[in-house]
Protein backbone atom coordinates (compact mmCIF):
# COMPACT_ATOMS: atom_id res chain seq x y z
CA UNK A 1 0.00 0.00 0.00
CA UNK A 2 1.91 3.60 -0.88
CA UNK A 3 2.16 5.61 2.18
CA UNK A 4 1.48 8.62 -0.30
CA UNK A 5 -1.78 7.82 -1.65
CA UNK A 6 -2.68 7.13 1.93
CA UNK A 7 -1.53 10.65 3.27
CA UNK A 8 -2.82 12.10 0.36
CA UNK A 9 -6.04 10.73 0.95
CA UNK A 10 -6.74 11.19 4.68
CA UNK A 11 -5.34 14.96 3.93
CA UNK A 12 -8.18 15.32 1.07
CA UNK A 13 -10.51 14.14 3.63
CA UNK A 14 -9.63 16.06 6.58
CA UNK A 15 -9.98 19.08 3.82
CA UNK A 16 -13.00 18.33 2.83
CA UNK A 17 -14.47 19.40 6.66
CA UNK A 18 -17.09 17.05 6.92
CA UNK A 19 -18.37 17.86 3.55
CA UNK A 20 -18.40 14.03 1.32
CA UNK A 21 -15.66 13.47 -1.66
CA UNK A 22 -16.97 11.05 -4.53
CA UNK A 23 -13.92 7.96 -5.26
CA UNK A 24 -13.84 9.81 -8.62
CA UNK A 25 -13.05 13.33 -7.05
CA UNK A 26 -10.69 11.56 -4.58
CA UNK A 27 -8.98 9.67 -7.32
CA UNK A 28 -8.89 12.44 -9.63
CA UNK A 29 -7.26 14.56 -6.64
CA UNK A 30 -4.55 11.75 -5.87
CA UNK A 31 -4.11 10.85 -9.73
CA UNK A 32 -4.65 7.57 -8.35
CA UNK A 33 -7.44 4.36 -9.52
CA UNK A 34 -10.73 4.66 -8.05
CA UNK A 35 -9.50 1.09 -6.47
CA UNK A 36 -6.47 2.31 -4.90
CA UNK A 37 -8.86 4.74 -3.62
CA UNK A 38 -11.53 1.95 -2.29
CA UNK A 39 -8.85 -0.34 -0.70
CA UNK A 40 -6.70 2.70 1.01
CA UNK A 41 -10.42 3.53 2.82
CA UNK A 42 -10.77 -0.31 3.92
CA UNK A 43 -7.11 0.31 5.36
CA UNK A 44 -8.28 3.40 7.07
CA UNK A 45 -11.13 1.46 8.30
CA UNK A 46 -8.90 -1.17 9.57
CA UNK A 47 -7.05 0.90 11.60
CA UNK A 48 -9.90 2.33 13.55
CA UNK A 49 -10.92 5.02 11.34
CA UNK A 50 -15.24 5.38 11.08
CA UNK A 51 -15.94 6.76 7.36
CA UNK A 52 -19.18 7.01 5.91
CA UNK A 53 -19.66 5.53 2.60
CA UNK A 54 -22.97 6.94 0.82
CA UNK A 55 -23.98 5.73 -2.60
CA UNK A 56 -23.64 8.68 -5.17
CA UNK A 57 -22.05 10.77 -2.96
CA UNK A 58 -18.45 9.42 -2.12
CA UNK A 59 -16.86 9.47 1.71
CA UNK A 60 -16.77 11.60 4.84
CA UNK A 61 -14.87 11.05 7.89
CA UNK A 62 -16.77 10.57 11.22
CA UNK A 63 -14.41 9.66 14.01
CA UNK A 64 -10.74 9.08 14.79
CA UNK A 65 -9.57 6.11 16.65
CA UNK A 66 -8.38 6.04 20.28
CA UNK A 67 -5.39 3.64 19.77
CA UNK A 68 -2.68 5.91 18.24
CA UNK A 69 -1.99 5.39 14.47
CA UNK A 70 0.19 7.16 12.24
CA UNK A 71 -3.24 8.42 10.24
CA UNK A 72 -4.17 9.70 13.39
CA UNK A 73 -1.87 12.17 13.53
CA UNK A 74 -1.48 13.30 10.21
CA UNK A 75 -5.76 13.87 10.08
CA UNK A 76 -6.30 17.29 11.04
CA UNK A 77 -2.41 17.78 11.43
CA UNK A 78 -2.30 21.41 10.62
CA UNK A 79 1.57 22.24 10.46
CA UNK A 80 3.88 22.95 6.85
CA UNK A 81 6.76 20.63 8.31
CA UNK A 82 6.69 19.21 11.69
CA UNK A 83 5.27 15.80 11.71
CA UNK A 84 4.75 15.83 8.02
CA UNK A 85 7.61 12.58 7.84
CA UNK A 86 6.34 10.19 10.44
CA UNK A 87 7.82 7.04 11.70
CA UNK A 88 5.68 5.45 14.01
CA UNK A 89 6.46 1.97 16.14
CA UNK A 90 4.08 0.06 18.16
CA UNK A 91 6.89 -1.04 20.54
CA UNK A 92 11.14 0.41 20.08
CA UNK A 93 13.49 0.56 23.01
CA UNK A 94 13.38 4.25 23.06
CA UNK A 95 12.29 6.98 20.37
CA UNK A 96 15.39 8.78 20.81
CA UNK A 97 17.58 5.68 20.02
CA UNK A 98 15.46 5.59 16.15
CA UNK A 99 15.39 9.60 15.76
CA UNK A 100 19.77 9.72 15.97
CA UNK A 101 19.93 6.88 13.52
CA UNK A 102 17.45 8.60 11.11
CA UNK A 103 18.67 11.80 11.56
CA UNK A 104 22.69 10.40 10.91
CA UNK A 105 20.81 9.00 7.91
CA UNK A 106 20.16 12.07 6.39
CA UNK A 107 16.18 12.65 7.82
CA UNK A 108 14.75 16.18 7.02
CA UNK A 109 13.78 18.42 9.93
CA UNK A 110 10.36 18.05 11.11
CA UNK A 111 10.47 14.19 11.29
CA UNK A 112 8.68 12.46 14.35
CA UNK A 113 9.64 9.33 15.97
CA UNK A 114 6.48 8.11 17.99
CA UNK A 115 5.85 4.77 19.53
CA UNK A 116 2.79 3.59 21.54
CA UNK A 117 5.53 1.91 23.77
CA UNK A 118 9.09 2.40 24.86
CA UNK A 119 10.94 -0.69 26.64
CA UNK A 120 14.23 1.16 27.99
CA UNK A 121 12.90 4.71 27.59
CA UNK A 122 15.03 7.32 28.49
CA UNK A 123 15.08 10.36 31.16
CA UNK A 124 17.39 13.31 31.98
CA UNK A 125 20.76 12.61 33.89
CA UNK A 126 21.26 8.80 32.95
CA UNK A 127 17.24 8.46 34.36
CA UNK A 128 14.94 5.59 32.99
CA UNK A 129 11.36 6.91 31.53
CA UNK A 130 8.13 4.93 32.13
CA UNK A 131 6.62 4.51 29.11
CA UNK A 132 3.94 2.19 29.16
CA UNK A 133 1.73 0.97 25.87
CA UNK A 134 -1.21 3.41 24.73
CA UNK A 135 -0.65 5.18 27.80
CA UNK A 136 0.96 8.42 26.58
CA UNK A 137 2.59 10.27 23.80
CA UNK A 138 6.45 9.03 23.25
CA UNK A 139 7.82 11.18 20.98
CA UNK A 140 11.12 12.23 19.58
CA UNK A 141 11.57 15.16 17.04
CA UNK A 142 14.77 16.15 14.46
CA UNK A 143 15.26 19.21 14.53
CA UNK A 144 18.25 21.32 12.03
CA UNK A 145 19.15 24.89 13.00
CA UNK A 146 21.88 26.32 11.18
CA UNK A 147 23.37 27.70 14.81
CA UNK A 148 26.19 26.68 17.05
CA UNK A 149 26.10 23.87 19.64
CA UNK A 150 25.80 26.19 22.45
CA UNK A 151 22.24 27.55 21.51
CA UNK A 152 20.94 23.61 21.97
CA UNK A 153 19.61 24.34 25.79
CA UNK A 154 17.62 26.77 23.96
CA UNK A 155 15.62 24.33 22.65
CA UNK A 156 15.06 22.66 25.25
CA UNK A 157 12.87 25.85 26.57
CA UNK A 158 10.93 26.53 23.53
CA UNK A 159 9.47 22.96 23.71
CA UNK A 160 8.61 23.07 27.22
CA UNK A 161 6.73 26.43 26.37
CA UNK A 162 5.19 24.97 22.73
CA UNK A 163 3.77 21.60 25.35
CA UNK A 164 2.86 24.07 27.64
CA UNK A 165 0.68 25.52 25.83
CA UNK A 166 -0.77 22.94 23.97
CA UNK A 167 -1.67 21.00 27.26
CA UNK A 168 -3.40 24.20 27.68
CA UNK A 169 -5.16 24.19 24.52
CA UNK A 170 -6.16 20.52 24.56
CA UNK A 171 -7.36 20.00 27.96
CA UNK A 172 -7.95 23.51 29.59
CA UNK A 173 -5.67 22.41 32.38
CA UNK A 174 -2.64 24.71 33.59
CA UNK A 175 0.50 23.58 33.35
CA UNK A 176 3.39 24.89 35.22
CA UNK A 177 6.95 25.00 34.27
CA UNK A 178 9.84 23.55 36.65
CA UNK A 179 13.68 24.76 35.35
CA UNK A 180 14.65 23.93 32.61
CA UNK A 181 12.05 20.94 31.03
CA UNK A 182 9.66 19.37 33.62
CA UNK A 183 6.14 20.46 32.97
CA UNK A 184 4.30 20.12 36.10
CA UNK A 185 0.34 20.37 37.00
CA UNK A 186 -0.72 20.97 40.47
CA UNK A 187 2.92 20.13 40.96
CA UNK A 188 3.50 16.56 39.63
CA UNK A 189 5.51 16.27 36.57
CA UNK A 190 3.47 15.30 33.66
CA UNK A 191 5.68 15.54 31.16
CA UNK A 192 9.38 15.12 30.08
CA UNK A 193 12.06 16.60 27.70
CA UNK A 194 15.39 15.50 26.55
CA UNK A 195 17.32 17.45 24.41
CA UNK A 196 20.09 15.60 22.66
CA UNK A 197 22.72 17.03 20.45
CA UNK A 198 24.74 15.94 17.13
CA UNK A 199 27.57 18.76 16.69
CA UNK A 200 30.03 18.88 13.99
CA UNK A 201 32.98 21.51 15.32
CA UNK A 202 31.25 24.77 15.66
CA UNK A 203 27.73 24.29 13.95
CA UNK A 204 24.73 21.62 15.60
CA UNK A 205 23.94 18.78 12.77
CA UNK A 206 20.70 17.97 14.30
CA UNK A 207 18.68 18.08 17.64
CA UNK A 208 16.83 14.99 19.27
CA UNK A 209 14.42 16.46 21.12
CA UNK A 210 12.44 13.44 23.08
CA UNK A 211 9.04 14.36 25.04
CA UNK A 212 7.01 12.06 26.78
CA UNK A 213 3.38 12.62 28.00
CA UNK A 214 2.33 11.22 30.80
CA UNK A 215 -1.63 11.46 29.11
CA UNK A 216 -3.99 8.83 30.01
CA UNK A 217 -2.26 7.06 32.69
CA UNK A 218 -4.61 5.88 36.14
CA UNK A 219 -2.88 5.95 39.29
CA UNK A 220 -2.28 2.46 39.37
CA UNK A 221 -0.08 2.70 36.23
CA UNK A 222 2.63 5.32 37.81
CA UNK A 223 5.05 3.60 39.47
CA UNK A 224 4.18 3.64 43.52
CA UNK A 225 7.71 5.00 44.05
CA UNK A 226 6.68 8.14 41.56
CA UNK A 227 3.17 8.40 42.80
CA UNK A 228 3.48 11.18 44.86
CA UNK A 229 5.45 13.38 42.26
CA UNK A 230 4.06 12.22 38.84
CA UNK A 231 0.60 12.48 37.30
CA UNK A 232 -1.10 12.05 33.83
CA UNK A 233 -3.48 14.41 32.01
CA UNK A 234 -6.62 12.10 32.81
CA UNK A 235 -5.63 12.08 36.85
CA UNK A 236 -5.75 15.64 36.60
CA UNK A 237 -8.82 15.89 34.47
CA UNK A 238 -10.70 13.14 34.66
CA UNK A 239 -11.08 12.47 30.99
CA UNK A 240 -9.51 10.86 28.44
CA UNK A 241 -7.42 12.56 26.17
CA UNK A 242 -7.08 12.38 22.49
CA UNK A 243 -3.26 11.52 21.84
CA UNK A 244 -3.50 12.64 18.32
CA UNK A 245 -5.15 15.99 18.90
CA UNK A 246 -1.96 16.25 21.59
CA UNK A 247 0.12 15.45 19.09
CA UNK A 248 -1.11 17.78 16.52
CA UNK A 249 -1.27 20.82 18.92
CA UNK A 250 2.01 20.48 20.10
CA UNK A 251 3.74 20.20 16.89
CA UNK A 252 1.65 23.00 15.65
CA UNK A 253 2.82 25.17 18.39
CA UNK A 254 6.43 24.11 18.44
CA UNK A 255 6.57 24.95 14.89
CA UNK A 256 5.34 28.56 15.66
CA UNK A 257 7.43 29.37 18.59
CA UNK A 258 10.32 27.59 17.06
CA UNK A 259 9.36 30.53 13.74
CA UNK A 260 9.36 33.34 16.09
CA UNK A 261 12.89 31.90 17.71
CA UNK A 262 14.32 31.78 14.20
CA UNK A 263 13.19 35.11 12.90
CA UNK A 264 13.50 37.40 16.41
CA UNK A 265 15.47 35.59 18.94
CA UNK A 266 15.28 33.88 22.57
CA UNK A 267 13.92 36.78 23.80
CA UNK A 268 10.03 36.84 22.93
CA UNK A 269 10.16 33.53 23.76
CA UNK A 270 12.31 33.21 27.29
CA UNK A 271 9.12 35.99 28.49
CA UNK A 272 6.59 33.22 27.24
CA UNK A 273 8.36 30.34 29.09
CA UNK A 274 8.64 33.14 32.18
CA UNK A 275 4.90 33.33 32.04
CA UNK A 276 5.13 29.50 32.69
CA UNK A 277 7.85 29.03 35.48
CA UNK A 278 7.25 28.14 39.12
CA UNK A 279 10.90 27.99 40.11
CA UNK A 280 11.59 31.85 39.16
CA UNK A 281 11.63 34.40 42.50
CA UNK A 282 11.68 31.26 44.83
CA UNK A 283 14.76 29.22 47.00
CA UNK A 284 15.38 26.45 45.43
CA UNK A 285 18.09 23.59 45.50
CA UNK A 286 19.99 22.93 42.27
CA UNK A 287 21.42 19.66 42.65
CA UNK A 288 24.27 19.77 39.98
CA UNK A 289 27.24 17.31 39.11
CA UNK A 290 29.45 19.25 41.02
CA UNK A 291 27.21 19.53 44.25
CA UNK A 292 24.70 21.52 45.57
CA UNK A 293 23.53 25.19 44.93
CA UNK A 294 21.02 26.78 47.54
CA UNK A 295 19.46 30.03 46.57
CA UNK A 296 16.86 32.14 44.75
CA UNK A 297 15.91 31.33 41.26
CA UNK A 298 16.63 34.55 39.68
CA UNK A 299 15.81 33.85 36.26
CA UNK A 300 17.16 32.55 33.05
CA UNK A 301 19.59 34.20 30.89
CA UNK A 302 19.63 34.71 26.99
CA UNK A 303 20.85 31.43 26.67
CA UNK A 304 18.08 29.97 28.98
CA UNK A 305 20.46 29.31 31.66
CA UNK A 306 19.29 29.31 35.52
CA UNK A 307 20.78 32.10 37.33
CA UNK A 308 20.24 31.37 40.99
CA UNK A 309 21.45 34.13 43.97
CA UNK A 310 22.79 32.13 47.22
CA UNK A 311 22.78 33.50 50.95
CA UNK A 312 26.30 35.38 50.01
CA UNK A 313 24.92 37.38 47.27
CA UNK A 314 27.41 34.75 45.05
CA UNK A 315 25.49 34.62 41.23
CA UNK A 316 25.79 31.13 40.14
CA UNK A 317 24.75 30.63 36.20
CA UNK A 318 22.96 26.67 36.55
CA UNK A 319 23.18 24.62 33.23
CA UNK A 320 22.28 21.18 34.20
CA UNK A 321 20.49 20.17 37.54
CA UNK A 322 17.76 18.92 39.44
CA UNK A 323 15.59 21.58 41.33
CA UNK A 324 14.00 20.93 44.20
CA UNK A 325 11.33 23.51 45.39
C1 LIG B 1 13.07 13.61 31.74
O1 LIG B 1 13.88 12.93 32.38
O2 LIG B 1 12.31 14.39 32.31
C2 LIG B 1 13.02 13.50 30.24
C3 LIG B 1 12.14 12.39 29.79
C4 LIG B 1 12.04 12.27 28.27
C5 LIG B 1 11.17 11.10 27.83
C6 LIG B 1 10.97 11.05 26.34
S1 LIG B 1 9.73 9.89 25.86
C7 LIG B 1 10.19 10.03 24.19
C8 LIG B 1 11.69 10.15 24.14
N1 LIG B 1 12.30 8.83 24.09
C9 LIG B 1 12.99 8.56 25.20
O3 LIG B 1 13.59 7.49 25.40
N2 LIG B 1 12.95 9.60 26.03
C10 LIG B 1 12.18 10.70 25.49
Known amino acids: MSIDIRKQLIKALSDADGEFLSGQTLAEKIGCSRTAIWKHIEELRKDG ?21 ESDILFGLETERFGRNIHFYESVESTQKVA ?42 IVRPVLPPQKAPQFTLITAVAAANAIGEVTGLHPEIKWPND ?24 LVIGIGINANH ?43 YLDKGFAPIKLLWETYAISIGKVITARTVTGEIVGRALGITDEGVLKVEDEHGTIHEVYSADIEL
Open 49 to 69: FILEAVRNKGYKIINTPEDLT
Open 100 to 141: HQLAHEGAPEGTIVVSEEQRTGRGRLGRSWSSLPKKGVWMSM
Open 183 to 206: ILINGKKVVGILTELQAEADKISS
Open 218 to 260: DVEDLHESIQGKATSLYIEKRKKISRAQLIQTFLKDFEKYYGI
